[in-house]
């Protein structure tokens, strides 16, 4: 399958923001969304290998975290992140990726977007220092490489976070959600300088589930949230407000007994996002089962069940946006045990069945929740898929490049040594290719922190 289109990259990076549930209209690699957003995960969001970056003195900017007890962390000012770090073995270098240790930008939980307004990503880090909750924004430089920009304290932060212009007015914002319940979030509005205001509580009725989604609801310039609901209690949609603020929540039906993965995507190119969610019952299912939630005679709702029963599927796995047949239009494809399942759309806003791309070697162990879209170096699209809340082997899934079309023969499975938890994918080096971002680090008491690695699609 090769891909040579800027469209198709236009759209794989149209993805970037959502690997667990939210992406906008800037570049962004791992999901789907129209607006602008990059977010985390489960003390996790996303970043980037070798640099090609023009900071020729990178020095060690010094940024130790200090330890959950809260030490005083040392810090220097100034000065690009440390780069030049030799591609380590078993990882992405046959793919014609570099590699990059970002061992200063160090905390818990990570989100990626343009929090500066300079048009290329930056990285926003969240740690715990002295029984409060840090923030902090390094200024991505396009080239691999970030320069460290604001820092400021903000309380009951906690977990994940999304980012969007939630009020309109051309800033990135930051939403953080406590754990996996509550009736409420913080919203902290962005400066548009990498800093952000103090955090405000938004309440809403109903129960905060899996996988948070920033989205283009309406025509307004501010993105909206999409919340899956807790067991069997529908979903809701919190529209953000130009004016600022958001407005009430509002029920819509949902999947399953819960959602177990939503991105959103603008499948038909009218402006506003569709809302793809899968839905499960705490169990790894024989059958995946999917909708779409679009706008229509009865409001934004889900339409017909997309059904696979050529699985088993992977219940809580990726759902990531990406043209994988080269059409010009995006597609939808989640990891099985036994390869990748594909929803093929057509620029309607409509989704084909699921079809599985198998690989020959069957399972290859695991729950493999994670799965990112790259493109190689000779421009194929390729995923990675790895374990969502651990640390280790990871999975490269290839087309076939004897293939004569895509999908038409079983994917090509290697296996990866990456250094650390797959995160998500983003354009760091400004090549229009997405880089991957992992997390170097290690569990304590059930917190897993570290620091950062990418992969450089540039090299």
């Not at 939503?262 to 839905?279: H, I, K, N, P, R």
Request: proline share 4%; aromatic share 8%; net charge negative.
């Amino acid at each position: 399958m090769v891909m040579t289109s800027t469209a198709l990259r236009s759209a794989l990076l149209l993805l970037a923001s959502c690997a667990t549930g939210g992406c906008t209209n800037t570049a962004d690699l791992g999901g789907g969304t129209s607006g602008s957003g990059g977010e985390s995960e489960v003390g996790v969001t996303t970043d980037i290998g070798s640099s090609t970056g023009s900071s020729a003195e990178a020095s060690t900017t010094g940024l130790a975290e200090s330890s959950e007890t809260g030490d005083t962390a040392n810090e220097s000012s100034g000065g690009s992140t440390t780069t030049g770090t030799e591609v380590p073995e078993g990882g992405l270098g046959p793919q014609g990726f570099g590699y990059i240790e970002l061992s200063e930008i160090d905390g818990r939980t990570f989100a990626f977007d343009d929090f500066d307004g300079d048009g290329t990503t930056d990285i926003l880090v969240q740690r715990r220092q002295q029984g409060e909750w840090n923030l902090r924004t390094f200024s991505g430089q396009g080239d691999g490489t970030f320069v460290p920009m604001v820092e400021q304290s903000l309380s009951g932060w906690e977990w994940e976070l999304k980012t969007g212009d939630f009020n309109g007015d051309g800033a990135v914002d930051v939403a953080a959600f406590d754990g996996y319940s509550g009736n409420s979030f913080e919203l902290a509005l962005g400066d548009g300088a990498g800093g952000f205001a103090e955090s405000e509580t938004i309440p809403f009725e109903g129960f905060y589930g899996f996988g948070v989604v920033p989205f283009r609801y309406d025509d307004d310039p501010a993105l909206d949230l999409f919340i899956p609901g807790g067991h069997s209690e529908g979903e809701l949609i919190v529209r953000g407000l130009p004016e600022g603020g958001f407005e009430e929540a509002t029920g819509v039906a949902g999947i399953g007994c819960y959602v177990s993965d939503a991105v959103g995507a603008d499948l038909d190119g009218d402006g506003l996002d569709e809302v793809m969610a899968s839905g499960s019952c705490n169990q790894v299912p024989e059958t995946f089962g999917m909708a779409v939630y679009a706008h229509g005679p009865d409001g934004f709702a889900p339409g017909e069940a997309l059904l696979g029963s050529d699985g088993p599927v992977i219940e809580g796995g990726d759902l990531v946006a990406v043209d994988v047949d080269a059409d010009g239009h995006l597609d939808i494809v989640t990891p099985t045990l036994q390869g990748l399942y594909v929803l093929r759309g057509d620029g309607t806003g409509a989704l084909t069945q699921p079809v599985r791309w198998p690989h020959a070697e069957g399972f290859g162990g695991g729950l493999l929740r994670r799965l990112v879209a790259l493109v190689s170096a000779d421009d194929q699209v390729v995923f990675v898929e790895a374990l969502e809340d651990g640390v280790g082997d990871a999975l490269l899934f290839a087309p076939d490049p004897a293939a004569a079309a895509p999908l038409e023969a079983d994917l090509v499975l290697t296996e990866l040594a990456v250094q650390g938890r797959v995160l998500r994918a983003e354009d760091f080096d400004g090549d229009e290719r997405p880089d991957l971002v992992v997390m170097i680090g290690e569990s304590n008491e059930g917190v897993y922190r570290g620091h950062l690695g990418i992969w450089l699609s540039g090299g």
